[in-house]
């Protein structure tokens, strides 16, 4: 059984950067897609962007110049990092696997809340 | 961007009613719209994929409809442990958006 688990700080202040990383178990990271998925406290779903093993990435569009992804296969993880964060970053950050490329969150870690506050 | 619209935002139902959630895309997905389940402090639940694909280990009770711009999540005999919030989600184009919510309450 797939599991996956976030990891990084739960407070950022503005205007820094914001690093999590998800730690895959129980299956293989290589030949998936992994997508990072955040939701404010009483609202809805926003897909954030997804990275392939290989490395390969792409990103929600309103975010794109913000973050950044990576891939350590040796590890099983992959990270995210959100740069110049404001309160409206503040989430609990979700990562997902992406079934196939096909943008089907089959197993999602159980999520991290991330406040940005100073 | 695809917008995605549920209707209701929420609903109140009996244990053993039917329960049908909408979920309109404000242009063609396809069949590519997934359907999630969201309980309290968790993270969701895929449910149903492909529009109408039942995930392994779902009950046979959930069933997906629809295609192109309009979809139905139904719930043939509402249990207990099915009230929560769901979400419908378009996987046909980036970036991949998520409905508002329906969230099912107890009547």
């Known amino acids: 059984q797939v599991q996956l688990q976030e990891s990084g700080p739960g407070l950022v202040k503005p205007s820094e950067t914001l690093s999590l990383t998800c730690t895959v178990s129980g299956g293989s990271i290589r030949s998936y897609y992994w997508s990072w998925i955040r939701q404010p406290a009483g609202k809805g779903l926003e897909w954030i962007g997804r990275i392939y093993s290989s490395g390969s990435s792409i990103v929600n569009p309103s975010l794109k110049s913000r973050i950044t992804m990576s891939v350590d296969t040796s590890k099983n993880q992959f990270s995210l990092k959100l740069s110049s964060v404001t309160a409206a970053d503040t989430a609990v950050y979700y990562c997902?696997?992406?079934?196939?490329?096909?943008?089907?969150?089959?197993?999602w870690g159980q999520g991290t809340l991330v406040t940005v506050s100073s | 961007d695809i917008q995605m619209t549920q209707s209701p935002s929420s609903l109140s139902a009996s244990v053993g009613d039917r329960v049908t959630i909408t979920c309109r895309a404000s242009q063609s997905s396809s069949s590519y719209l997934n359907w999630y389940q969201q309980k309290p402090g968790k993270a969701p639940k895929l449910l149903i994929f492909a529009a109408s694909s039942l995930q392994s280990g779902v009950p046979s009770r959930f069933s997906g409809s629809g295609s192109g711009t309009d979809f139905t999540l139904t719930i043939s005999s509402l249990q207990p442990e099915d009230f929560a919030i769901y979400y419908c989600q378009q996987s046909y184009s980036n970036p991949w958006t998520f409905g508002q919510g329906t969230k099912v309450e107890i009547k």
């Open positions: 997902a696997r992406d079934r196939g490329a096909a943008a089907i969150f089959d197993y």
